[in-house]
């Protein structure tokens, strides 16, 4: 039991400079909203400034310039603690005003990516400057030890900790009752409510940057006489600190530094477990431990669709729809034999390289370009495929290919597994979920000896089929062409594989889902399988890629997918192109080993610098092109635009005959589609719903009006499922209240948003077909006739004008064939004549029997289109009744005035609400 408890403080060492870093990341987001990946890079900076400078040597992380520069002799701890962390901070203030500042508005995904490329360069230029002269570190405590029973426990590891906990102490008091702690909130609260106060969120981001690289600095500086400085490892310390800063949601002083020291206790404890316990595993306990705390937060903590006003911006760039492929797919693969013939020797193999790097792009092409779900443990996935292909192979005696579609197979189920915090997070918290991942599964599996070679590696057995040998050979005929011809088919098939996903229904369901979640169920889609099935065939793809680079290999080397691999791998699939068949085919080209890579290193000695030109290219294009290289060749082809520029209307005869047909006085009003019962949203105290009820009927036209703030769209988001609430929901008599948002639209509801949230990588059509029923090119068509929009079928609906993009969400609606339709506030932003026609479109749309809630604040159009209108204020039903009745109503006229109008005009009165 002391030795339990010994080994508990000892890791409070390793604990100690993850609560450093976690500070950091906090102290980063709050300031900036920049989730800092290079903090561990800075502290791994200060870490060697420090022991050089203990050394009496300065060091330069400049290229080209000498290493170090001598300083006059070993330097004391103090002074070389202060310079170091004053480095430290200067490059921080740098990283900011150079990286982040001209990234102020960019969406926190975009800022996280740029901050793997701040990791990468500063990484490179430590690697590049440094090599393997690294110093070693004198203790900066004085070395006692502290004796339980009979282990022994150096007091540095609390001099640490107690160090890391006043600093945060100091960090939190600071926050909460200085002048630029309350300036710090305010900015991070609104930057421009703090304009308005006198208040420079650029000095107050600059400061924080400042500080928080200092806190990084020691935490970097106290650990260096424990852990042995590598640029690898002291970079990797990211992954335990970003748990503990999710711990405390990147704004919890206390709660993150305690979960910082928590995970380095209990990642000392399951090492010591496992020299003591033969049924625990040999290695990987330790990163598990925050793997495992990152997953349980975010299946706690996440919700599964984000709620109003919390959609995040795309920020991927466009993912174009492949067109007339054929010609394309017979040049490429016509130039990759002939680049197989012509060569030998090493530049075949990068070629082939190329080849199979274009393979694993494809599969982050997937997951991230399509379906948004930023992954950076692709590599490691591959890695899965190809350890597999060692047991299915090699010991299992499973033949060529049905030991490598095994292997892809395992790696899916692993991919799957990873894409599991997917149903309930997005964006950056699955991104760090990925990262751990990739930690986890390097340690536990790849590096263990006990389920593979370890170090050595795992043998691969050679492929062949039918007796011939496609294995990649050895001696003279290395590499052969048979096995550059077996990459080639795959990646040929694969390629044309994720085109067709691009072009079909669950490849728009993926971008739908990438653009906007809400948006995406509301039209019916699944999310979370939607999520599940891009992870599941992306990974499947990188199992495949990964099978392939070990035949190349002829072994499993952890050395090949190890985590860092991966990420300067997705950095380069990312300045490619990762929304693009295109842009994975050149980073099959450009990543390291590969084609690109080779005739750098070869022929203008630029290998070495490679990682420095990924980091640096990451950074630039984050910045300025985030379609990437492809994306800028492809924007050089003229866009296909529409020459309207207006919402069509009238131009056609026969819809000018509908119009009219539309305005007739002769319509059936069936029977109740959709009943609301007694529903209720609240938030804590407040009550933004409150007991509303009311039926819509086929063929009829309802309005929901009501001064801002009463509740209308909230109780639409509470009728499709997207707010929690109480009350009962049905659709022709059958319960909906209890269902998910994608399965109450596939039982007749449909919606509008009121930020419209059109796909925007998608045409017109496309955005039409993500909602649309069993005969999807039937009912595209008929709604857009009926809008008056065909002419816009095949324009990106990135390109179409305000009112274009409010036709199109109303057609999208309208092409699901729904029961009912919720329109809300579909006429903002057309003007008076645009409004008149879209209401005689919505008659038209009656012809169906389509029921409709309609919400806006043009009184004319629901007063003129509408059958009856329900009026809210206060989240409470005040009013009913024919559009004549609502117009005369003390009631309405009160709640939109705030006092009963003693004469005058009320349709003026409601008029001037809107």
């Not at 069509?648 to 047909?661: N, V, W």
Request: glycine share 10%; charged share 15%; proline share 5%.
């Amino acid at each position: 039991m002391t030795s339990v408890f010994a080994y508990l403080l000892l890791g409070m060492g390793n604990g100690a400079v993850y609560a450093a870093l976690g500070l950091a990341l906090v102290m980063t987001y709050k300031s900036s909203g920049v989730v800092n990946f290079a903090t561990g890079a800075v502290a791994l900076y200060a870490a060697y400034t420090f022991a050089f400078l203990r050394h009496g040597q300065l060091l330069i992380p400049i290229p080209g310039l000498d290493s170090t520069v001598d300083v006059g002799g070993p330097w004391a701890v103090m002074p070389a603690l202060i310079v170091s962390v004053l480095l430290a901070s200067i490059v921080g203030v740098i990283a900011e005003l150079v990286v982040f500042r001209p990234m102020r508005t960019a969406p926190v995904l975009a800022k996280a990516v740029a901050a793997i490329g701040v990791m990468l360069v500063l990484q490179a230029l430590i690697a590049l400057q440094v090599g393997p002269n690294t110093p070693t570190v004198a203790p900066i405590f004085k070395q006692k030890n502290l004796h339980i029973g009979d282990a022994v426990v150096p007091t540095d590891r609390l001099w640490l900790a107690a160090v890391i906990v006043c600093l945060a102490v100091c960090a939190g008091l600071v926050l909460k009752y200085t002048r630029f702690g309350i300036a710090t909130e305010a900015s991070a609260e609104s930057e421009k409510g703090a304009l308005l106060t006198g208040l420079s969120p650029d000095r107050i981001s600059l400061a924080n940057w400042a500080l928080s690289s200092a806190t990084a600095a020691i935490g970097g500086i106290v650990i260096a006489p424990i852990v042995p400085l590598n640029p690898i490892a002291y970079t990797m310390f990211i992954v335990p600190a970003l748990a503990a800063a999710l711990v405390g949601d990147f704004a919890g002083i206390g709660i993150t530094v305690a979960a910082g020291l928590v995970i380095g206790m209990l990642q000392s404890e399951t090492t010591y477990l496992q020299s003591i316990w033969d049924a625990m595993p040999d290695a990987g306990m330790a990163e598990a431990v925050p793997l495992v705390l990152i997953l349980a937060f975010l299946l706690i903590r996440g919700r599964p669709l984000p709620g109003r006003g919390a959609v995040s911006t795309n920020d991927l760039g466009r993912s174009p729809r492949p067109r007339r492929i054929v010609v394309p797919t017979l040049i490429c693969v016509a130039v990759a034999v002939v680049a197989l013939l012509i060569t030998s020797g090493s530049l075949r193999l990068a070629v082939i390289s190329s080849m199979i790097f274009g393979m694993i792009a494809l599969s982050q092409l997937v997951v991230t370009g399509y379906a948004g779900q930023v992954s950076l443990a692709q590599l490691t996935l591959a890695g899965t495929g190809a350890f597999a292909l060692s047991r299915f192979g090699s010991n299992m005696g499973i033949p060529f290919p049905f030991a490598p579609l095994l292997a892809a197979l395992v790696a899916m189920v692993i991919g799957v597994v990873v894409g599991l915090p997917a149903l309930r997070v997005r964006g950056l918290p699955l991104m760090v979920a990925t990262l751990a991942l990739a930690v986890f599964a390097e340690a536990f599996w790849f590096r263990n000896p006990s389920l593979n070679g370890g170090i050595d590696g795992a043998p691969i057995k050679p492929p062949s089929i039918f007796g011939i040998d496609l294995g990649i050979g050895a001696g003279d005929g290395y590499p052969r062409i048979a096995f550059g011809i077996l990459c080639l088919v795959v990646l040929t098939i694969t390629a044309l594989a994720v085109a067709a996903l691009r072009r079909s229904r669950l490849g728009a369901s993926m971008l739908a889902v990438r653009a906007n979640e809400r948006s995406a169920a509301s039209a019916g889609i699944d999310v979370g399988a939607t999520k599940l099935l891009a992870f599941a065939i992306a990974s499947f793809i990188a199992g495949l890629g990964g099978s392939l680079l070990a035949y190349q290999q002829t072994l499993a080397a952890a050395g090949t997918y190890a985590v860092f691999s991966g990420i300067a791998l997705f950095a380069v699939i990312y300045i490619a192109g990762v929304t693009s068949i295109t842009g994975s085919l050149l980073a099959g080209i450009m990543a390291p080993g590969a084609l690109m890579y080779f005739i750098m290193d070869r022929y203008l000695h630029f290998g070495d610098y490679y990682m420095l030109a990924s980091g640096a290219l990451l950074i630039l294009t984050v910045v300025t092109s985030p379609d990437g290289i492809a994306g800028r060749i492809t924007n050089l082809r003229p866009a296909k635009r529409s020459s309207n520029t207006e919402v069509a209307r009238g131009a056609d005869p026969a819809l000018e005959a509908e119009t009219e047909t539309a305005q007739a006085p002769a319509r059936t009003i069936g029977d109740p589609v959709l009943t609301v019962d007694g529903v209720s949203v609240k938030y804590g105290a407040v009550t933004a719903v409150d007991d509303v009820s009311f039926e819509l009927r086929a063929g009829e036209i309802v309005g929901l009006i009501g001064p801002n703030g009463a509740g209308k769209t909230t109780l639409v988001d509470a009728i499709c499922g997207f707010v929690p609430s109480t009350g009962q929901v049905s659709t022709d008599e059958r319960r909906i209240d209890g269902l998910a948002p994608h399965r109450r639209t596939r039982a007749g509801l449909g919606r509008t948003f009121q930020d419209i949230e059109l796909y925007d990588d998608l045409s017109v059509s496309e955005n039409l077909k993500v909602a649309a029923g069993r005969s999807p090119e039937g009912a595209v068509d008929n709604a857009l006739r009926l809008l008056g929009i065909s002419d816009l079928a095949d324009v990106a609906a990135a390109d179409l004008s305000q009112g274009q993009r409010q036709l199109v969400s109303v057609a999208r609606v309208l092409a699901g064939e729904p029961r009912v339709a919720l329109l809300d506030e579909p006429a903002a932003g057309l003007d008076t004549a645009e409004s008149q026609w879209l209401g005689a479109r919505l008659r038209a749309a009656q012809t169906s029997g389509t029921a409709m809630l309609l919400i806006d604040h043009d009184m004319d159009l629901v007063l003129g289109v509408c059958d009856r209108v329900i009026v809210l204020d206060l989240g409470a039903v005040i009013a009913t009744g024919t559009p004549d009745e609502i117009r005369t109503s003390d009631k309405v006229i009160e709640a939109y005035l705030g006092a009963p109008l003693a004469s005058g005009e009320p349709d003026a009165a409601m008029e001037e609400q809107k």
